[in-house]
């Protein structure tokens, strides 16, 4: 058994658990399972998409990237 079909028994389980463990309603909590799992799977997809877009997005950033070096300290002279 692989790691996805683990996960939907125990998605089932939990679903069936939060019921009250009712009987002959498995079919519906393994379809509900898999309805979850399908989600999870978009909203990752969606992530990892945005991500994706974001690195590139900075990476064609044009600024210099400063380093520790380039970095003035505050002054330490007294404004008042």
Known sequence: ???NEQQRRERA???WEDEGR???AHEDHWRRAE???????QASDDVTKVN???DDKF????KPTETATDIRPPSTVNPD
């Open 22 to 24: 009712p009987e002959g």
């Open 35 to 41: 309805g979850q799992r399908e989600l999870t799977e």
């Open 52 to 54: 994706q877009e974001l």
């Open 13 to 15: 389980y939990k679903i």
């Open 59 to 62: 990476a064609k950033d044009d």
């Open 1 to 3: 058994m692989d790691d």
